[in-house]
């Protein structure tokens, strides 16, 4: 089939590259000329793993091109995918529907008289509708997209489910059609109207938030009691109907997605008249996390940080990306520089973006560059490489040996018997007092 996906951020050029591997023909159209440049020309302007060996593969082959022109993007594909970003509303909680409205309005413009335009962006509940209500020559349909950053691919190939929210049976039958191989391959499909369809993402990103901080609130239980939120977590985990997926207590969740998409949702049900209040408690949760490691690096430093040499270990928001979104890593380095520490940052991919974006902290070429001089240690994005560290070397870098462990992925047993003093969020301090 012939298909195009118009913004090629993170989620649109994903997706164009998985269509294509399906054996699509895909154009890509975007607004920024130099962004579809890179894209043409093979190179993924992000960091997503097997992403760039899809985009080389087909750009190369002509199966997969793209432009900044909608008009030729109209007159190219059947099917076209909408996937424009949602961010937050500078005066609201709410989401600014302003990219997902005007590229709706130019696809609506120049295509065809009835051609398919699916939504794949987070929109508060009720945007599909009001869509369709306004361009009535074409048809829409919503596919919201649950992928991972890090497992992009993966998640787009291979998804755990496919939803898709249609008006009629000729877009259902459209979109088996575009997605036949995932579908053959057993991937469940689920249909629905527009408003459900568009409900399933919000809720399942509320629920993995609420996940989160559920299990942070508990570490904020552990700290004060002395419990260890990590054992607490494993058994809880135990039940099947509680699972042992995103129970992981530490500095809580960041991106371009959870934090802004719980904040839209609770917006949206005010609008409703429905009340989401629980959300701004797990984003309360969350953000209290950050307040934590901040504390935390005030009490071992002696009662505050300025002048305190601080070395942090992390800057995505999470493993296996270059996202600096809502970083809660660099959230914390920002506050303790403010607060006058001499912060040094190192993490194995975003140091670009991170530079960019907080011009006034160190960075390190390296973990022990990093580490060197140091008189405090935070670990706030969990690299594998990070656990790979030494403890005893770590120790003959650094100036004094103290790190709190901000992801529960550091075994600090080992790291107290190489002399660190070690803390980690919700769990007491290895052999004393948490
Ligand atoms: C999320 C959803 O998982 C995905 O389905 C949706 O399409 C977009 O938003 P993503 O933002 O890529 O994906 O990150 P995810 O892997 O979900 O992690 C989100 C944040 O939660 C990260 O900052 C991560 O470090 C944190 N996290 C995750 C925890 O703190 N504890 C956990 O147990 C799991």
Known sequence: MR???????????????????????????????????????????????????????????????????????????????????????????????????????????????????????????????????????????????????????????????????????????????????????????????????????????????????????????????????????????????????????????GGGCLPKDIRAFAHRADELGVSLAFLREVDAINMRRRDRVVELARELCGGGVLGARIAVLGAAFKPDSDDIRDSPALNVAARLRLDGADVTVYDPEAMDNARKAFPLLGYALSAEDALRGADLVLHLTEWPQFRELAPERARTLVSRPRIVDGRGTLDGATWAAAGWEFRALGRPAPGGEG
């Not at 649109?12 to 591997?21: R, Y």
């Open 3 to 253: 298909l195009t996906v118009i913004g090629t951020g993170y989620l649109g050029a994903t997706h164009a590259a998985c269509m294509a591997e399906l054996g699509h023909e895909v154009l890509g159209v975007d607004v920024d000329p130099d962004k579809v440049a890179a894209l043409q020309a093979g190179r993924v302007p992000f960091h997503e793993p097997v992403l760039p060996e899809l985009l080389a593969r087909h750009t190369a082959s002509g199966r997969l091109r793209f432009t900044t022109s909608y008009e030729e993007a109209a007159a190219f594909g059947e099917v076209h995918f909408l996937c424009v970003g949602t961010p937050q509303r500078k005066d609201s909680e709410g989401a600014d529907l302003r990219y997902v409205d005007s590229a709706f309005a130019s696809m609506a413009r120049y295509a065809a008289e009835g051609a398919l335009l699916v939504g794949k962006s987070t929109v508060p509940v009720g945007t599909a509708q009001r869509l369709a209500d306004t361009h009535t020559g074409v048809e829409i349909a919503w596919n919201p997209e649950f992928l991972r950053e890090g497992f992009a691919v993966e998640d787009t190939l291979r998804p755990d489910r496919l939803v898709l929210g249609i008006g009629s049976e000729r877009a259902e039958t459209l979109l088996r059609a575009v997605y036949a191989p995932v579908i053959g391959a057993g991937t469940p499909v689920v249909t629905a109207d527009f408003p459900t369809a568009e409900l399933v993402k919000t809720a399942a990103n509320a629920f993995l938030a609420t996940k989160i901080s559920f299990i942070n609130a508990m570490a904020e239980v552990c700290e004060a009691t002395g419990g260890d939120v990590s054992v607490l977590a494993e058994a809880i985990g135990h039940d099947d109907r509680i699972g042992k997926k995103f129970l992981r207590a530490g500095v809580g969740f």
